[in-house]
């Protein structure tokens, strides 16, 4: 057996999200987010569902922890609800709320976890879009202010921090596509909050940095390869403008210090003296979430000309629902070395499926997700065989949960979520990545 290709310090963990777990919605002095309002507008998700409960997060994360110390990981990706620990996003803060999250990483720190905090995972404070929310440049600010108070309040104990998660996706389908909060079609929004997320970055950066003695800080990109899909000649220019959308607007920015061409000519009304200065400041790490390819076509009924195509017919999916391309994820973690220069951490992987639930004898067999996952860990040992500078690897997600638009019709989680009485079951594959986990251990202390 070929040995492995993995760091000593090689670092697997699980991720998970606030909204997408914590439940208690209206307890504590919890504010509304802009998900509360999206899950009660029509169409908006949907089952109709909500996180109101989610996977009782809030009041399980105990047993939550002793379900990450069984899986052997070192690391848990969660993230901080702004709306729970400023329910009006700015001023008042909630001692309630700040002490769940104190609660949390000192369990995570006295099982031997390391605490990876995310500062937004997409769920602002419902108060600060009444203000215009991230359209508002002032927006950066109010972020600024929120990451002051996370990096007083807990950086005597976490250092691994990610300002953001997923940029692109939350920006894209909340300003321009209308399949996340808060649901706005509109160019100049869409361009509007691009750059003021990045301007929050910056800043975040900056916080982080000045507040936290030994932070080691990221930001947590999605990137995936963005193919034409096959037929018509315009649908190349089609995804070399989606590629810019999803993979470039953030990143390139704030690594590189330019926005890719296209999005340049479009955002330059927005731009102000020294503002690429304030985006592109120095961090850490790079964080990716990866979970296919994605097919670009031609639309010219949509904000900015693209719509989403359809992988070619035929391509290998092993029964999990969408195309399975391990050699794109090489292939991305290889150009991610080259273009950026940082350590890379996959900060989620994963796979989706609805038919998850309990056999006669109380079993969750999971077989589909134990194949992609097994493709998917393959591919990163090329990749780093081949040069990828590739640090750990964070599987989305540790609990079935909320699945934003697609409410609770996809279970993500190694662990199976009964979302009428909260009971946590391993599935398969949770067993599977203990192993895969445990393994690489056995292997470490023998080399
Ligand atoms: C990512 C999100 C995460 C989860 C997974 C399935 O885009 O970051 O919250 O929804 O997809």
Redesign the pocket.
């Known amino acids: 057996m070929p040995t492995s290709p993995l760091r000593r310090d090689f670092l697997w963990g699980v991720?998970?999200?606030a909204y997408?777990v914590e439940g208690a919605a209206h307890e504590d002095g919890r504010g509304p987010s802009i998900w509360d309002t999206r899950c009660r507008t029509k169409g908006g998700v949907v089952d109709g569902s909500n996180g109101d409960v989610a996977a009782d997060h809030y009041h399980r994360y105990a047993e939550d922890i002793a379900l990450m110390k069984d899986l052997g990981v070192g690391a848990y990706r969660f993230s901080v609800a702004w709306p729970r620990v400023l329910p009006r996003g700015r001023d008042v803060v909630n001692e309630a709320g700040l002490d769940f999250y104190d609660r949390l990483i000192d369990g995570l720190l006295a099982a031997g976890i390391e605490p990876w905090l995310t500062l937004y995972?997409?769920d602002l404070p419902q108060a600060l879009e009444d203000q215009g929310g991230w359209t508002n440049r002032d927006c950066a600010g109010w972020f600024a202010d929120y990451a002051v108070l996370v990096a007083r309040r807990y950086g005597d104990r976490v250092k691994r921090f990610a300002t953001f998660?997923?940029f692109s996706?939350f920006t894209l389908f909340g300003y321009a596509i209308n399949w996340a909060a808060p649901g706005v079609t509109d160019g100049p929004s869409h361009l509007r909050a691009i750059h003021h997320v990045n301007l929050a970055h910056g800043a975040g950066v900056d916080v982080l940095r000045s507040l936290v003695p030994g932070a080691l800080i990221g930001a947590?990109h999605?990137r995936q390869q963005v193919l034409p899909e096959h037929g018509r000649p315009e649908n190349e220019e089609a995804a070399a403008l989606l590629d810019e959308h999803w993979n470039l607007a953030f990143p390139d920015p704030q690594i590189l210090g330019y926005y890719p061409p296209r999005l340049a000519r479009a955002i330059e009304p927005y731009v102000q003296a020294g503002d690429m200065a304030r985006i592109c400041r120095p961090t850490d790490w790079f964080g990716l979430?990866h979970?296919g390819p994605i097919f670009a076509k031609a639309d010219p009924d949509t904000t900015w000309g693209f719509g989403w195509g359809e992988a070619p017919s035929g391509s290998p999916d092993y029964g999990v629902g969408w195309p399975v391309f391990p050699d794109a994820f090489r292939d991305e973690l290889l150009r991610l070395t080259r273009r950026y220069r940082l350590p890379v951490y996959i900060t989620?992987n994963?796979c989706?499926g609805s038919e998850d639930a309990p056999d006669a004898t109380g079993q969750v067999n999971d077989p589909h997700r134990i194949t992609y996952l097994r493709l998917y860990n393959q591919a990163m040992m090329d990749a780093i065989r081949g040069g990828g500078d590739v640090r750990g690897y964070f599987v989305?997600?540790l609990l079935d949960?909320f699945?934003?638009g697609?409410g609770y019709t996809?279970r993500?989680g190694l662990v199976h979520v009964d979302f009428a009485t909260g009971q946590r079951t391993p599935k398969a594959s949770a067993r599977w990545y203990a192993e895969r986990i445990r393994a690489q251990k056995e292997e470490r202390t023998r080399a």
Do not use: A, K, L, P
């Open positions: 991720s998970t999200s997408q995972h997409w998660n997923e996706v947590i999605n979430n979970y989620e994963g989706g989305w997600s949960n699945e934003w697609s996809q993500f």
